[in-house]
Structures are given as C-alpha cells and as structure tokens.
Nanobody
Framework: QVQLVESGGGLVQAGGSLRLSCAAS??????YDWFRQAPGKEREFVAA????????FYADSVQGRFTISRDNAKNTVYLQMNSLKPEDTAVYYC????????????????WGKGTLVTVSS
C-alpha cells in the first residue's frame, strides 16, 4: 500500500526556517512534488524533484528560498524552507507520480495528508 507521510510543519517567525519531510512507502515514484494550500485559496505548486536524476523545479514564489531534495536510501523527500514569509503560511502536501515532472496537481497519483506551516509576522 502506497503511503506518503509529511512531517516537520509548525509555527515559525518570519525570516525563519523549517524542513519538511515526506516519507514514502509501498513503492518508488519517478517524480515527487510539494504543493501548498492556504486558507481560502487553491492548491498551488511549490517544488518538484525527479527521483533518479535529482532534477528540480520551483515555483517563482519560492525560487532561491526553498530547496527540494531526496534521500534514496531513506525513501524520503525534503523541502528546506528558508527566509519564510507570512504568505508562505499553508498546509503543505507531498505528492507523487510515475509520469513526467509536472506542476499540475491533477496529474499527481498519490497524496499525503499534509502538514501545517504557519509563519508569523
């Protein structure tokens, strides 16, 4: 059974850092993404990584502040978030697909339940 379990969310002051983890079990996928959803807003793409090559892609809003990475041995994907802003406040979701790298939520095959990140001003 495929499971994606996020952890690492919490409350942080603006300018601070957090590292999110996504532990995958059941199988390995070719692409892992992080999405986020703020209250009253649509889910939006944050970052993506290919499992084999480690190629990465970022939303403009987080480019230079967030870093996505993976640990093949631990079957875990990370999202290092630095210089956090209040507008980064959201529930962050890990998602996976066996298809090509994508920023489209509807193309992801599996989702975690999310972890809440709150950035105070």
């Amino acid at each position: 059974q495929v499971q994606l379990v996020e952890s690492g969310g919490g409350l942080v002051q603006a300018g601070g850092s957090l590292r999110l983890s996504c532990a995958a079990s059941g199988r390995t996928f070719s692409v892992y993404d992080w999405f986020r959803q703020a209250p009253g807003k649509e889910r939006e793409f944050v970052a993506a990584i290919t499992w084999n090559e480690g190629s990465t892609f970022y939303a403009d809003s987080v480019q230079g502040r967030f870093t996505i990475s993976r640990d093949n041995a631990k079957n875990t994907v990370y999202l290092q978030m630095n210089s956090l802003k209040p507008e980064d406040t959201a529930v962050y979701y890990c998602a996976a697909t066996s298809r090509f790298i994508t920023v489209v939520a509807s193309r992801m095959d599996y989702w975690g339940k999310g972890t809440l990140v709150t950035v105070s001003s």
